[in-house]
């Protein structure tokens, strides 16, 4: 099975600033990568698809990049409404798997 | 409006079996696949089954392998998940989920195996 490793675990963000959530595979999974945002009580919402593509109505401050084993979600300007748990997941092989998530919290 | 409604949940003891299903709306529900991720109480999510859009090829994650299974009535734009044999590690929220050009995910049902 792939196993998605997101780092950090946590992360302490002020409103405004660029960050950066990674997503490491144990194997390539090509650019099959794709990011989701949830909130508490709320079901995962896809942000990015195939490591890059945007989805209509998610905000432009929100961003993907990477191939094979190495991925990255870009929030360029966070702001309060994005404290929430972010989770990659592979759909290149079978079982699909997700990563652990990392948890944005206010600093 | 693309839409999936999750439904069947509750409360059962270890050992028993219960029946989930997922309404879908917005779409041609016929030619899609689908899927069921599971979320355990404050735990990440858990991709748990797959089934092609005519019923052709069945996928299942370990954990549920001879326990689950997924079907679905294309007539009735609904998709099931049979699960036999609860454990308590089974407690979790399940959603349904369409994957592909566009994505949706239902809004989860709450599955509590307890004695």
Known sequence: DVVLTQSPATLSVTPGERISLSCRASESVDTYLHWYQQKPNESPRLLIKYASQSISGIPSRFSGSGSGTDFTLSINGVELEDLSIYYCQQGNSLPYTFGAGTKLELK | ?115
């Open chain 2, 1 to 115: 409006e693309v839409q999936l409604v999750e439904s069947g949940g509750g409360l059962v003891k270890p050992g028993s079996s219960l029946k989930l299903s997922c309404v879908a709306s917005g779409f041609t529900f016929s030619s899609y696949g689908m899927h069921w991720i599971r979320q355990a109480p404050k735990k990440g999510l858990e991709w748990i089954a797959l089934i092609y859009y005519d019923s052709s090829n069945k996928y299942y994650a370990d954990s549920v392998k001879g326990r689950f299974t997924i079907s679905r009535d294309n007539s009735k734009n609904t998709l099931y998940l049979e699960m036999n044999s609860l454990r308590s590690e089974d407690t979790a929220m399940y959603y349904c989920a369409k994957w592909g050009t566009t994505t949706v995910w239902g809004q989860g049902v709450m599955v509590t195996v307890s004695s």
